[in-house]
């Protein structure tokens, strides 16, 4: 049988542990059972070349074994490097030339992702997925002088606050970068191909740089979360999807009223904008629209009257908006709507329970709807399925 996973863990306790196991004549120096220590981690315990997927978590080492490079990993797709606390340097990576997917998270003492890290003249020709996390001490990423990540698709940066650079990526597709340094945002606004962008947790982010959206023409879907400081929201013609996530800041007040310009959105997600009183009137010129969703609004009370504009919703769902009452009467004019979903607004709760709520009238055309997690349907999908029964019957 072939081996095509493999990985390698350490605890805590374990180079102690492997040290006195190995210990010799000279143990009290400590010199010979480190030299054996040594060889075990770079020698005995080296892969075998055919192995495709390899995860290395918590290796005690300060540089990484000798084994970690093309010639030994020729056929490696996936591989992860976690918690190698003690490791100052990256291993050389870019000459892996199947490597599809690479995360590395938990290393504490690297400052630096420099040159040894790319390696040839073309690093990194199969990479698609590239995730780093939780690097609290590097600084800088070198950029690179060689042709690299021409086929990276994804870009994860997440936990790195004093990273200032990056290399430049060709073909970026998706970005999710969080608790950074701000300057990475002016780094990210360099790239040309981005369709979807998550920018979150930046407490010092005044402002998205209009470069970022000019820059990229294909950004359709963009996310913000946890920017407590941001003063204004970017808005892009091209925008399919847009989610605002934990806003709790005095700034913003309103969402930018361009959003009628937002022609092509089909979703949007207004997530803990605490500060957040009415929807825009600018949302209602976009009749493409079909998902939105209100979380955690605290001072949203009502929906507008020209919600009756948005045909062609498909799903709404409100929840933790406990200060909204009622629903509008156009609510019921919107016939496309499939889906709609209520919780934690236990006003609103009422007034839609079936059959005798106040706003039951307005909601009950709407196939699917859920209370409180509790699934319902309307008196038309009801009709639907007793008509389906009968056919179904008189067949038999």
Known sequence: MQLNSLGLSWGDADEHKLSRSVRGPRSQTGHHSAGILRYLLHSILKPNSRIKKLFVNGYPGTEFPDWMHAAALCNLIQLKLANCTNCESLPTLGELPLLKVLR????????????EFFGGMRAFPSLTEFSLKDFPKLETWSTNPVEAFTCLNKLTIINCPVLITMPWFPSLQHVEIRNCHPVMIRSVAQLRSIS??????????????????????????????????LRSL????????????????????????????????????????????????????????????????????????????????????????????????????????????????????????RGNGVDWQKISHTPYFMLDHQHCSSDVTLLAALQLHRHTSSRS
């Open 104 to 115: 590395i998270q938990g290393m504490d003492s690297v400052v630096n992702i420099g040159n």
């Open 196 to 229: 979807t962008l998550i920018i979150g947790n930046f407490p010092e982010l005044l402002y998205i740089p209009k470069a970022l959206i000019e820059n990229n023409l294909p950004l359709l879907s963009l996310t913000i979360s946890s920017c407590p400081e």
């Open 234 to 353: 970017p808005a892009n013609v091209g925008f399919r999807s847009y989610t605002l996530c934990h806003m709790p800041n005095y700034y913003l007040v309103s969402l930018p009223n361009g959003l009628q310009h937002l022609s092509a959105l089909k979703s949007l997600s207004i997530l803990s904008f605490t500060g957040l009183a009415s929807l825009p009137e600018g949302l209602q010129f976009i009749t493409t629209l079909q998902n939105l969703e209100i979380h955690d609004c605290p001072e949203v009370m009502e929906l507008p009257a020209w919600v009756e504009n948005l045909v062609s919703l498909r799903s709404l769902t409100i929840s933790d908006c406990q200060n909204m009452k009622s629903f509008p009467q156009g609510l019921q004019r919107l016939r496309a709507l499939q889906h709609l979903s209520i919780r934690g607004c236990p006003e609103l709760e009422k007034r839609c329970q």
